[in-house]
């Protein structure tokens, strides 16, 4: 495999990641006093990790499944079409989170995470069982799968705890 192209089909994912975290901290140093750092990372990251990421696999999918069934090192697969509808409703979440609360962001990042939480596993299952090192099943679609919603989770924490301080009493984080 040409190495060129394999480093950048594996590395693309992160641009979803670096993007939002670049928009954040121009964002940050620009924001007013009042406005919390952490409502800034929670939306950048929202709808540019989560938001725009999911709707590009999903288009992905649904425009292209061979070259994503290729990309995964697996072969085309009537169920590519309902992980694009699975990472669409990750997109809605995703962009839903440019207006919403704290509480729906960390809702938005607990839901993101039952879905790539169990896609990384199984990631990771075919790596180890089947020797699966195709660009779409290890490298940066890993690291998105893990990352976002545990950055998402911890984002809206921390601002839920601050919100919570505020207040006087602690903010319970589950429903």
């Given at each position: 495999?040409?190495?060129?192209?394999?480093?950048v089909?594996?590395?693309?994912?992160?641009?979803?990641?670096?993007?939002?975290?670049l928009?954040?901290?121009?964002?940050?140093?620009?924001?007013?006093?009042?406005?919390?750092?952490?409502?800034?990372?929670?939306?950048?990251?929202?709808?540019g990790?989560?938001?725009?990421?999911?709707?590009?696999?999903?288009?992905?999918?649904?425009?292209?499944?061979?070259?994503?069934?290729?990309?995964?090192?697996?072969?085309?697969?009537?169920?590519?079409?309902?992980?694009?509808?699975?990472?669409?409703?990750?997109?809605?979440?995703?962009?839903?989170?440019?207006?919403?609360?704290?509480?729906?962001?960390?809702?938005?990042?607990?839901?993101?995470?039952?879905?790539?939480?169990?896609?990384?596993?199984?990631?990771v299952?075919?790596?180890?069982?089947?020797?699966?090192?195709?660009?779409?099943n290890?490298?940066?679609?890993?690291?998105?799968?893990?990352?976002i919603?545990?950055?998402?989770?911890?984002?809206?924490?921390?601002?839920?705890?601050r919100?919570?301080s505020?207040?006087?009493?602690?903010v319970?984080?589950?429903?």
């Open positions: 495999m040409d190495t060129l192209p394999y480093a089909q594996t590395t693309f994912p992160l641009l979803f990641m670096l993007i939002p975290a928009g954040a901290l121009l964002s940050c140093r620009r924001r007013s006093p009042d406005r919390p750092a952490a409502e800034i990372w929670q939306r950048w990251w929202s709808v990790a989560l938001g725009i990421g999911s709707l590009w696999i999903t288009l992905s999918f649904l425009a292209i499944p061979e070259a994503m069934a290729d990309a995964i090192g697996f072969t085309p697969s009537p169920f590519q079409f309902e992980i694009a509808f699975a990472n669409l409703g990750l997109a809605l979440l995703g962009f839903r989170g440019a207006s919403a609360s704290p509480r729906e962001r960390l809702t938005s990042g607990l839901a993101a995470a039952a879905f790539l939480w169990g896609a990384a596993i199984g990631h299952y075919q790596w180890f069982a089947h020797g699966d090192h195709a660009a779409g290890t490298g940066g679609i890993l690291a998105n799968d893990i990352l919603p545990a950055v998402m989770i911890a984002l809206a924490a921390r601002d839920l705890r919100a919570g505020g207040r006087g009493h602690a319970r984080l589950a429903a």
